[in-house]
């Protein structure tokens, strides 16, 4: 039975390339040399964010600045608004008690709702992107953890951003359908 099967693999590895469907082949890498320098974009590896990046991460994702300044443990931390008007805060989470060494980033927004935990909890794990919960009997948060694992890509924390937006966007309309709810983002 092994013959057969090993004989089989050799006679399939044997069939020519060419009788390939030419549409499910990878296009033809191109020789050293011949792309053009200018069309390559170069991949920004982050890692420890600082308050620089936070204001220019504002930037990038087209948020207005609000505010910055540092936390209880010196961690550099931002607020900004979208044109939607979602505030939220990122805050850099830092490894040393000098605020620098910042290999974490969290984004938050609150929301103003007396709706239950229970409820909060249920909306919680349609998203697992995010972490929603009481934060008190008026306060929901929402928030999504970046650990930059000793380097990640400019642009992937920028894409992370926006699926904290796009996430925000969806729970303000599910807990606008909600009594008792203020749908706006707020700072307090």
């Known amino acids: 039975m092994l013959k057969c ?19 499910t082949m990878d296009p033809p890498v191109p020789e050293a040399g011949t792309i053009d320098p200018a069309l390559l974009e170069p ?13 220019l ?11 910055a300044g540092r936390t209880g443990d010196g961690a550099p931390f931002v607020f900004g608004e ?7 805060g990122a805050y850099a989470v830092c490894a040393l008690p000098d605020g620098s060494d910042c290999r974490g980033l969290e984004f938050m927004a609150v929301y103003g709702s007396s ?15 995010i972490s929603l919960y009481k934060s008190d009997a008026q306060k929901v948060r929402v928030s999504r953890y970046v650990i930059l694992d000793h380097g990640i890509a400019w642009d ?8 904290f937006r796009t996430l925000c966007g ?11 709810t203020q749908t706006t983002a707020e700072w307090q």
Request: a negative charge; aromatic letters at 4%; glycine letters at 8%.
């Open 5 to 23: 099967l090993i004989a089989a693999g050799i006679g399939l590895a044997a069939v020519p390339i060419a009788s390939a469907d030419p549409g």
């Open 115 to 129: 709706v239950s935990e229970q409820v909060i909890a249920g909306i919680d794990r349609d998203y697992p992107a």
């Open 82 to 88: 979208f044109e939607d008007g979602l505030t939220f």
């Open 43 to 55: 991949i920004q590896i982050i890692k420890t964010v600082t308050m620089d990046d936070l204001r």
């Open 57 to 67: 991460m504002l930037d990038e994702v087209g948020a207005t600045f609000i505010a």
């Open 156 to 163: 992937n924390m920028i894409e992370n951003m926006n699926v």
């Open 170 to 180: 969806k729970v303000s309309e599910r807990l606008a359908n909600l009594a008792e």
